[in-house]
């Protein structure tokens, strides 16, 4: 009797196990089934490239949605998780961006001064494998979360340069700050570099606006700026733009939307010059257009990167997600740059010695010939200066120590003897100082700079000294902190006192 109980209770408990397992079963079915009906309709509402042929009920979502376009995907729920995770603020970066161009490659947009650039990533390297990893084909969505990790973690990247030569690199993940705008002057014409777009954007360059209210023309230069986010792109535009001036439509498939500015031309007596190249893309596109089309604008250098198209994620009901291209940008005029980018105003080579002569073009020599350094004492001199790679001769009396603090003087350096400079020659100040302005102006302060003449096999350049010490020991202390700050090759120079 017992034994007879026994096995019933057990075939019993197999029996229920085994109906659990397959409603079980069936009901992830039946998810997976609701999933892709979900995913279907979605896509056949809203994707710019949906076809009927496209369609394949047998295909997994994946394949229904990488036949789209280059630039569609689908994220798993763990892909998705992992993208959402790595965009939280415990996460870092290596302080770019990445785009996917029309012939499926990813493109690296790295930002000024930051790990990716520092270690050598430039703007138009292509991407090809992370930390050992091919992502031929991955869709950047998926790339991102592979980046991206923890502060102090580091990632190999593995990069093509334009030469067609490929590159290893290995970047240690930082936090990367927010701010996207930087400042220099050329020549005394404020130049104005958005690195990319985001929702601070037009609040960070009406700031940056006030310090030039006097000023008759302004550089807004946004070669290398990959884009970002396409609200904050238009937001900024419409500072430039009079109410009611259209700034882009957006063609969907059932409905075509128009943006128009809102507000007031906040800045109408200033003319304004944008700076474009082959990396500018998507958003900034759609800021440049925006104020060359109203003629509020003319744009300088080579034709655009040709990304006109818009993407947005639709969240599915298990948590996994479609990142789709659901419209064309089309500029003002009337024209769909979607692979074909924008030409400039005016095709200029913008080479450093180039862009000073445009400046020049723009700015009538008398007013430049007002703009003049500040000197410390004519009567100082500097006869030679020791470093600890070699000695560096300049030329008595006439070469001075020129201190450069926004303009003033801030600081006595009579007692100062010795020098930490960066590892670098300038055939001009201005040139030093646009250098010094886009690779150091994340740092907040800025330091103190000094710039130096010095005369080489090559003729007088300049060099650019960020600290000034009395005290050789302090030097020593302090020149390891220095070289980590920076991220610059530096040398050590000794002014001798007189």
Not at 244 to 259: F, L, P, R, S
Not at 394 to 399: A, I, R
């Amino acid at each position: 009797m017992n034994r007879f109980f026994i096995s019933t209770m057990v075939l019993l408990v197999f029996y229920i196990l085994e109906t659990i397992y397959t409603e079980l079963a069936m009901a992830e079915n039946n998810i997976a089934i609701s999933v892709q009906q979900q995913a279907i309709k979605i896509v056949k509402e809203h994707s710019l490239q949906y076809k009927t042929e496209a369609i394949d009920l047998h295909s997994s979502l994946q394949e229904i949605v990488g036949k789209l376009d280059t630039y569609s995907t689908y994220l798993s729920v763990d892909e998705y998780e992992g993208f959402k995770i790595s965009q939280k603020s415990t996460y870092a970066g290596v302080g770019m961006e990445i785009e996917r161009n029309h012939t499926g490659d990813i493109v690296c947009f790295p930002y000024m001064g930051s790990p990716a650039a520092r270690a050598g990533i430039k703007c138009g390297d292509i991407l090809k494998s992370v930390n050992g990893v091919s992502i031929m084909g991955m869709p950047a969505l998926k790339v991102v979360p592979m980046i991206r990790g923890k502060t102090g973690t580091s990632v190999n990247l593995g990069v093509q340069k334009e030469s067609g030569v490929k590159a290893k690199i290995r970047i240690i993940r930082r936090k990367i700050k927010s701010d996207t705008i930087r400042w220099s002057r050329r020549l005394g014409v404020p130049i104005i570099k958005i690195q990319n777009f985001i929702p601070g954007t037009s609040r960070e360059l009406k700031f940056v606006l006030s310090k030039f209210s006097n000023e008759p023309e302004i550089i807004i230069d946004l070669r290398g700026n990959g884009g970002g986010d396409f609200h904050a792109a238009m937001d900024t535009a419409s500072l430039f733009l009079g109410n009611g001036e259209k700034i882009v439509e957006v063609q969907k498939n059932k409905i075509n939307k128009i943006y128009f500015s809102t507000t007031p031309d906040q800045y109408s007596t200033k003319k304004i010059h944008l700076l474009q190249d082959k990396q500018t893309a998507s958003a900034a596109e759609v800021f440049i257009s925006a104020l060359t089309d109203n003629g509020r604008a003319d744009s300088i250098g080579e034709k655009t990167f040709g990304k006109g198209t818009l993407q947005e994620i639709f969240e599915l009901i298990d948590g996994s997600s479609l990142f789709l291209t659901t419209g064309h940008l089309v500029t003002p005029s009337g024209l769909k740059f979607h692979e074909k980018g924008l030409s400039a105003t005016q095709k200029f080579n913008l080479s450093e010695s180039s862009l000073e002569k445009y400046i020049r073009k723009i700015r009538p020599n008398n007013i430049i010939s007002k703009i003049k350094k500040k000197r410390l004492n004519k009567n100082d001199k500097v006869s030679e200066l020791e470093s600890n790679k070699k000695n560096i001769k300049l030329k008595d009396k006439k070469n001075e120590i020129k201190e450069y603090a926004e303009g003033k003087l801030k600081q006595n350096i009579d007692k100062k003897e010795y020098f930490v400079c960066l590892d670098k020659n300038f055939i001009s100040i201005e040139n030093a100082e646009a250098w010094y302005h886009s690779e150091l102006q994340q740092r907040q302060p800025l330091p103190t700079r000094y710039i130096l003449q010095r005369n080489t096999p090559e003729g007088v350049r300049h060099i650019i000294c960020i600290y000034a010490f009395e005290d050789k020991r302090v030097v020593g202390e302090r020149i390891k902190s220095i070289m980590n700050e920076t991220g610059q090759q530096l040398l050590v120079m000794k002014v001798p006192s007189e």
